[in-house]
């Protein structure tokens, strides 16, 4: 195409865009307005037993490192500590009410929603305590 | 608070209890080379299974049950759910019908762990061949891999898993010979099962220890590997084939 | 370049643009549904683990590196005849690439993990080693099409054609050994497949790019010399010949084991479905027509049209799905000897009917492909000038 046509496409794709854009950000602009925090603020709950395995401030910012590492171990290698293991995390933390750490108000759910930071771990284990609370038993 | 306060107190008692029986055992497994769960998976290890075709009986899924029902399997039999144990009834020319389970066979040369571009699938250090669902990306390279067609893929989301099994979406599974039970000095749920059922026609051990019953027994009847000319030395054996 | 600019031309891009970019679109949601909701949307089980997309897929990625053929025969092989065709044929290479590619990574179980597939390799697999030799084949040929079209740096382009030849060797018998390497299924695990996969990629390759150039010569009032076209087709016309050899003598082989003769009856005469797409879509339609469509003499002047490189298409398809989920459907004889059955589809054939994001999936690889094509060839120089779409003298 010549330069003319070009410039003349290239405009009209950028009016295009521009348009859309105005447009979504007219449709949301009310809702936005309605509700100042869309995502609620996390809401901890007390977690059963005296404390945590590691400090909060430590979990605050390792837990995930905790995660990554020992899970590694505990598959390629076969160690199961107590301790670092997430079903125990999920046995002391489960809600009261849900008996989960996921879904409204979970303990890991709630923050992990309101950071916007994925949380699949789920997707394969129990969020739940159950046998292993039994398994406690035997 | 008493709520928590009883919990607690529980909790503490029932490590307290845990810790009082598995010390002497601890010492005990020392010796028969068992392990505390903080403790590696050893490599002088090589767990087993051998099934005796003369005494399991056609007709009965005692193990198939009592994997479903360990690992949270939804025990459907559609060809999209996961099957981790199977009975395969086998007719000759005869006609003449018998039965034996089927599960990943622990192959200590594993096509599987070959074929695995993530090294997700691997065999451990005891020889249990396990998928490591934090890396696997669900390609089902090692399900066209296995030559026995061991492996399930997931196909729908999963709900309601066992703590010791973590299962989901969109991964690669198989039989892991309980090896949630095994780090904890357990046997697997298909050999329990089919004891509690009478038939006794699976016997777990380690294979490395000519000690074990399951070795001397090996080393007694002629038991066999199914697709032997493969030559992938698996530790599920058979007798009676 | 264009030698006209005209208002229709632009329209008719921005239409076929449109379409494809919708093909995309669906194929994309699709993957969605499939990502969100697991693979049981799909025809797919626990038996039959790659379906129709990979199908789709493996087509693509095999074609990309045959297409580069092209270029090839220019740069490697010096026939100077080619050397026009050559950046086309580089960026359907590309183009081909990303479609094959998107399929495959969006029909994983995870596709969200591909950042895990990219940094954790176990090297004894095939696909990890694909992981390198894709995205480096992409490379090569980046910096083969900057020699191609960039005039100073003319003298890279023989060797930036012999590395990206070399490249494709390697990638298509990697392509090929996915399956060689595989002892779990009798339709798999044997050598040919290795030249099989070279041979169709050389035919499949050179059947797409007849097409491609076909098109968008005329979408950009470029005309091909019909000498040209000539000696393309008779080359495809070898190329499938070289395909039917290697089909042959891996069903002849196969049928000569007792072992596998019930496979080799079932792929060939009582599987159904596999044997009527193996004689009829492959063999008669994808073969023999264009064969004969080629080859026949004609006592006028002769007519070259597109029949032949589409039926090629059409045959290709039809050997894969037979390859593919034919070899899937067959049962793994665990006991030979013996008849089995159990609860897991042991001993019986495996159904299978591709579903609708299947399809979806698998055709919008195709309007990636097509995307890519279009818009470069629209935006850079890959296609020929008017002079130099004709050859100068003799070749």
Known sequence: MTDGSRDRCLRQIALFAIALFVAAATLAAP??????????????????????????????????????????????EGIRTIRHSLA??????????????????????SCHSYAGVALDCFECHADKPGAAVAEAKR | MSVHHGRRKFLWEAAALAGVVLAPGITLYDLAQGRAPEAAAPGTVRWGLLVDMNRCATGCDACVTACDKENGLSGGKAVTDAQWIRKIDRRDARGLVRSLPMMCQHCAEPPCVDVCPTGASFKRADGIVLVDKHTCIGCRYCVMACPYGARSFVHEPVTNQKPDVPRGKGCVESCTLCVHRIDRDRIPACVEACATEGHNALLFGDLNDPRSEISQRIAAVTATQVRADLNLDTAVRYQGL | MLSAASLPTARRFWAVFAIAALVVLAGLYAAHVMETRGHIVTGMNNRIVWGLPHVFAIFLIVAASGVLNVASVGSVFRQAAYKPHAPLSG?????????????????????????????????????????????????????????????????????????????????????????????????????????????????????????????????????????????MQNLLALFVVAVLFFVLIYHVTNGYFAKQSAFERFILRDGGIYPQLFWWGYVVAGSLVPLFLIWRPTSAA??????????????????????????????????????????????????????????????????????????????LDFLPDEESAAPQGAD
């Open chain 3, 302 to 379: 002769p007519r070259v049209g597109l029949a032949a490189p589409w039926l090629v298409i059409g045959g290709a398809f039809a050997l894969l799905y037979v390859f593919i989920i034919g070899g899937q459907a067959y049962p793994q004889d665990l006991f030979p000897g013996f008849a089995i059955s159990s609860s897991f589809a042991d001993g019986v054939v495996q159904a299978y009917a591709p579903s609708a994001p299947e399809w979806a999936l698998g055709v919008s690889g195709v309007g990636i492909a097509f995307l890519i094509a279009l818009v470069g060839a629209r935006v």
């Open chain 3, 91 to 231: 960026l359907l290479c590309l183009a081909l690439l990303a479609g094959g590619l998107a399929v495959l990574m969006l029909d994983l179980g995870r596709p969200e993990r591909i950042i895990v597939a990219a940094t954790h390799y176990n090297f004894t697999s095939v696909f990890a080693w694909n992981m390198f030799l894709y995205s480096g084949m992409a490379a090569i040929v980046a910096v083969y099409l900057w020699a191609l079209m960039e005039p100073r740096r003319a003298a890279w382009s023989r060797p930036a054609g012999i590395a990206a030849f070399a490249w494709r060797i390697i990638l298509t018998s990697g392509t090929g050994s996915i399956f060689a390497f595989l002892v779990a299924r009798q339709a798999f695990g044997t050598a040919v497949l290795i030249p099989l996969f070279l041979a169709m990629s050389l035919g499949w390759g050179l059947a797409v790019f007849l097409v491609a150039q076909s098109a968008l010569y005329r979408w950009n009032g470029l005309t091909l010399p019909v000498e040209i076209r000539r000696r």
């Open chain 1, 31 to 76: 809702e936005a307005a309605r509700a100042p925090t869309r995502v609620p603020l996390p809401a901890i709950e007390a977690a059963t037993g005296e404390r945590c395995v590691e400090d909060t401030a430590f979990m605050r910012r390792n837990h995930m490192e905790l995660l990554l590492h020992q899970r590694d171990r505990t598959v390629h």
């Open chain 1, 88 to 109: 125990n995390c999920v046995t002391c933390h489960a809600g009261k009410k849900t008996g989960r750490v996921t879904g409204d108000g979970g303990f890991c759910a």
